[in-house]
């Protein structure tokens, strides 16, 4: 008996095959009626008589089951095909009536939903949303892998809090405090000096206590950094590629999720086009209006909106990179610009308004790190192993963190990062 | 002007061209003089009349330099070309010595190495085997990417102990207690209802207050787990599928870092021999006299390294199953062999006689997770989340766990951990 999966029923029409999955639907119609099974490649449906369909009368929704049928092509069944004269094996019972049905639109509110995560994300819709996170992860690699860069799996029990400023998790490490790492930045730079070019997928943590819409607790970070660069425009160039990568990925090898969410591609120009912070300032003051951004030192979420707006009507982009911030608010790490030292060799990406990825340049002297740190009146000593790397001979270099949840977001147009988050983590959610 | 790779130069011979990286190594011969250029691809020598290299007379190892020069082909110099008439660029320069030659064999103690690990992993021999790892994470997503699994990516904080025994590190989470996760068990079970088929690669956190050489308490996990499986050969035959996928992968894309470090590749047998635990204790005192294994319900880690001696000789391989080992000794979610209920449908895999994987079939129905949560006493509670999955169908499903350390360190022969992880953490070890 020919084991096939269910999106494949339309190349076994005259066969007898099996198929192996969760009763996802049920339709009594009377006359006849359908069970729709879900397997991992989609979803199809076996027509039983009102004979055949007796001693299932009882059965749940999510049942595991294993169907024998006849392959019947059938232009109105989803996949083109259906199940006919089946014999249905119960392989996993289910008593319990869900906790919402996931044959049909979510209608519960959002800590319900969370609530049933582990079965929430069987809902189409859902699982359509964490296949993108796999398929964003894996164009990424793919298109870093191609260029010659090298993953690293960094510490994230670490002995001080990466960089000053956030907030970090403490962690009880044998009677000693140790912090969760909230970025491999230290690390990801120290292995420019092994690899000249890295990236690193996994999980950063941040112990902000605000709770929006935009932020969680606990998210994963697409790392890259790699030497030999020119400037910020360099790290720029690389990331317009890499995006370019990814959604062609997406687009190679999702087109079912992106359909199932109905996901409006995003317009990725080239170049992409880019404003320097004063500019983008002058910009919002002329066109916007909006005068409170003199003399701040950062774009509000608000502003940001309104450059996606003006980047989409005169370029026609989704994107916009925004370069050389003021220095005041950036990492002591970071590369000033040579001509402008107030402002930074760095960069925001805004994708549709919203801030995407940081990057830039960073410092590569040892006496630099030492200048910077003194002068933000750091103690030098937590940053002793960090610094010994630029000792001993660091390239010009640079890069950039892409947050998987807030790409998805942007991207599927999802207002909530819960809702494109595995098992989010806030501060009043920790399961499940 | 072309940028080349070091590795390349043999393919410029009689051009001009640019490469850049670090002064791996100085040779002054009088008469003329090498300097070693490391680049992400590998070794180069530039070659310099004593009037060229007098203004370098000072020059540090590690500086990161660019040379422009004329490229000659030279058997005897590695990679079958070199650089004369050179112009040398200083782009970062280098005052301090290094802790230990990077260009010899280290000598330094292991604590020694590991206090400069930012700079040492730049040695060849320790680049190479944080490349092997790189390339075995690949090959293993490689290898299940083509098998329909997804990838998924679960949270590291957690509301409680994952697995029931083991030692577990506590976080402060806005005043409330969490946990890191010591490993993603029930979250990859649980995603097997979602996508059936699931692989995760990232940290695990073990708050084991023990210090041996084979153990570090936060290490990178590579999780399968899948479902519709017939019991746990179904498992067993997927491992060795994915391990002759990942060690092809090596052979293919990795023969300069096996070169480097001398490996030989292990023998994987088709099929993987299995022996069963009752069997194993039987060879044990039968054939190596160890009769201290009787009643014990483990393998201690010298019976296992006289079975893998065993597999080799008697089966030519460099890999052993370990099949059914007795109930009392594995975690509550272990599914029981039908026939013999003392003992699970779970298996170690031993390479070169050392335990590298644990795997098994899960529990899958929720009567079953009741009773056996019950029956070693646990509170229900923290279970509710994980346990809701198996409310709603879940078909027989099972994995496993690799570690990539413990991988890396019998694929090279390498006797303590700690010097194939990037950069470990141990009792007394949280830097660098």
Known sequence: MTRALVSTLQQHVGQRVTIAGWIHAIRRLGDVNFVVVRDRSGTAQAVLTPAEFAPLDAIQPETVVRIEGDVVAEPKAPGGAELHRVAIEIVTPVTESLPFPLSKKVKVTQPTFLDHAVVGLRHLRHRAIMRLASGVMRGFRAGLDARDFVEVQTPKLVASATESGASVFKVDYFGQPAYLAQSPQFYKQIMVGVFERVYEVGPVFRAESHSTIRHINEYVSLDVEFGFIENHFTVMALLAELL?????????????????????????????????????????????????????????????????????????????????YPMAKRPFYTHPDPDRPDYANGFDLLFRGLELVTGGQRLHRYDDYVAAAQARGYDLRPFETYFEAFKYGMPPHGGFAIGLERLLMQLLGIDNIRMVTLFPRDMSRLTP
Do not use: C, Y
């Open 244 to 324: 370019q990568t990814m959604l062609e990925h997406l687009t190679t090898n999702h087109s079912a999720e992106l359909a199932e969410l109905g996901v409006t591609m995003p317009q990725l120009t080239t170049p992409v086009p880019h404003i320097h912070f004063t500019d983008a300032q002058k910009l919002l003051i002329e066109r916007f209006k909006a005068s409170d951004v003199l003399g701040e030192p950062d774009l509000a979420p608000e502003h940001e909106r309104l450059l996606g707006t003006w980047a989409k009507d005169e370029h026609g982009s989704d994107f916009l990179f925004v370069t050389g």
